[in-house]
């Protein structure tokens, strides 16, 4: 669904709604994964990206994305000379994730880690600053960044879902959407929950604990 | 939102109401808040659009590689030609200023996207300086470009990766065009035309950057574009009608964007990017870009 806002906005540095304020939304979104700054980041870029990022500041939304930085944050202007004052590993290559128009031509891979933390995500930056994550550890999901979304990894037993619907109703948070995948029949599940309000951290320790639930973060809104 | 202009213009005649407020009602339902909370937030979106126009005239930016910036400043101050003292040359001296802000990597409202950011501000805050207008006019012509947009977004594509420069300068000219028209007194059906006549000016045209960068030509076609959007509202306002509906219009739009080859959508390979002096304009500058 196309808002209003999603038109006459984003409020943003520029110069390019795709290549700059989505491309640091994207990063953004990386950075939940990890919830954090990324100690390394190897961030591949594809197709329009890999060919104009460099003008466009992409490389430089991205990283300041990383670097927890909002597309209207004025230091994104500085944002690889900040990354190799903190000593950051991250490095940038340039590759083809496939053709279109299975693959958006401004899509991103970028692999993160932090601590024990470690997670790959593919994702587009559609235009007007929206974005698409259609890929994360190699789990096909669609997130938008227009909610605040739960991703989490669980053992496809009975009744999760009605578990978590139910912690979540318990910490007065209404989900928009609820989406899962999971690669085989009783292999792992992948769910994606989009919710209306920002779950606390008491929500994730409280999904954490669920014995059949392997890693969940939260991404917080990042547009719309 | 809507993802028909023509249902959106309908709805407003059956209701008696203009598409900014049908927009608003239909924004507020869809995103869970009031009206109220969407007003303000286009209204910040009207103060970041009038700071940057500050900005750009005073001609004092330069974009990232250098090659555009300043020229704003020229037409504020510059010597005449057939548009001095008129309101068309304040719309575009300010879709300039905007673009060349953007080009700098200042702060801007994407409207619809960063490359065609010039266009609305240039158009809706130009025409204010001749028109008496509120900034609750001024609001809802952002609400109703909004309502544009998002049905060009729908129906088409609002990126020049996808769909060249007629989905970002020739969408944001669409967007202008009928927002001002609904401002400037049009009925809902006088900003259809609008929307239809701006559109149609911009059908093919190429997204060619030098170098990639949002730069050359974007800077400029963000004038013309406005140029273009001025044209349609003074055509729909006398009352000049388009046969072929906005909506109808749009999806061209999306067709040939479609079928665009890659070299014209922003990927630097076709266009005035491939051209002798662009290729050698780009290298020179995406050089000092890397040394800087």
């Not at chain 2, 300010?94 to 065609?116: D, F, H, K, W, Y």
């Not at chain 2, 990639?212 to 400029?220: D, K």
């Not at chain 2, 072929?244 to 665009?260: H, K, L, N, S, Y």
Request: proline content about 3%.
């Amino acid at each position: 669904m196309v808002s209003i806002l999603d038109i006459i906005g984003p409020v943003m540095v520029g110069p390019s709604s795709s290549h700059t304020a989505g491309a640091c939304r994207l990063g953004l979104v990386a950075r939940d994964l990890v919830a954090g700054t990324p100690t390394k980041a190897l961030i591949e870029l594809h197709g329009s990206f890999a060919r104009t990022g460099e003008g466009h500041g992409t490389d430089k939304a991205i990283v300041g994305g990383l670097l927890g930085f909002r597309p209207d944050d004025e230091r994104l202007r500085d944002a690889l000379v900040i990354m190799e004052k903190e000593g950051l590993d991250w490095r940038f290559e340039k590759t083809t994730l496939g053709d279109e128009p299975e693959v958006h031509p401004n899509t991103v891979r970028i692999t993160v880690t932090r601590e024990h933390r470690h997670h790959v995500m593919i994702g587009a930056s559609l235009g007007a600053g929206r974005i698409k994550v259609s890929q994360i550890d190699g789990y096909p999901v669609e997130v938008d960044g227009s909610h605040h979304t739960i991703v989490m990894v669980a053992e496809d037993i009975k009744g999760s879902i009605a578990r978590i619907s139910g912690i979540l109703s318990d910490n007065d948070v209404n989900i928009a959407t609820l989406r899962l995948t999971r690669k085989h029949r009783g292999g792992d599940a992948f769910m994606v929950i989009e919710v209306d309000d920002r779950p606390d951290d008491a929500v994730g320790a409280a999904l954490k604990a669920l014995p059949w639930v392997k890693w969940t973060h939260r991404i917080d809104k990042v547009g719309g | 939102m809507y993802t028909s202009l023509a249902e959106a213009i309908a709805d407003a005649e059956a209701q008696q109401k203009s598409l900014a407020q049908c927009a608003l009602e239909i924004e507020a339902r869809d995103q869970g808040r009031s009206v109220d909370d969407i007003r303000a937030a286009l209204h910040r979106a009207l103060e970041v659009m009038r700071h940057a126009i500050e900005q750009g005239l005073t001609g004092d930016l330069r974009s990232t590689s250098g090659l555009v910036g300043g020229d704003a400043a020229k037409l504020k101050h510059g010597p005449a030609g057939p548009l001095a003292g008129t309101v068309f040359r304040e719309v575009l001296m300010r879709a300039l200023a905007v673009q060349e802000v953007n080009a700098a990597m200042g702060v801007i409202v994407a409207a619809p996207t960063a490359g065609g950011a010039g266009v609305l501000p240039g158009v809706l805050l130009g025409l204010s300086t001749k028109h008496k207008l509120s900034d609750e006019q001024l609001v809802d012509a952002l609400a109703t470009a909004g309502l544009i947009g998002a049905v060009v977004a729908h129906r088409a594509s609002l990126s020049g990766a996808e769909g060249g420069c007629q989905a970002e300068t020739g969408a944001a000219a669409g967007m202008a065009a009928g927002a001002a028209t609904q401002m400037l007194g049009g009925s809902p059906k006088q900003v259809g035309f609008a929307v239809a006549l701006a559109q149609q000016g911009t059908l093919g045209l190429v997204c060619d950057p030098l170098g990639g960068l949002v730069e050359l030509p974007c800077v400029f076609r963000n004038a013309t574009g406005a140029a273009i959007a001025m044209a349609a509202i003074e055509m729909a306002l006398a009352g000049i009608e388009f046969a072929i509906p906005a909506d109808e219009v749009i999806d061209t739009m999306g067709e040939i964007g479609r079928e665009m080859d890659v070299r014209y959508r922003e990927t630097a390979g076709g266009g005035l990017a491939a051209t002798p002096t662009g290729r050698r304009l780009a290298k020179e500058r995406l050089t000092q870009i890397k040394r800087a």
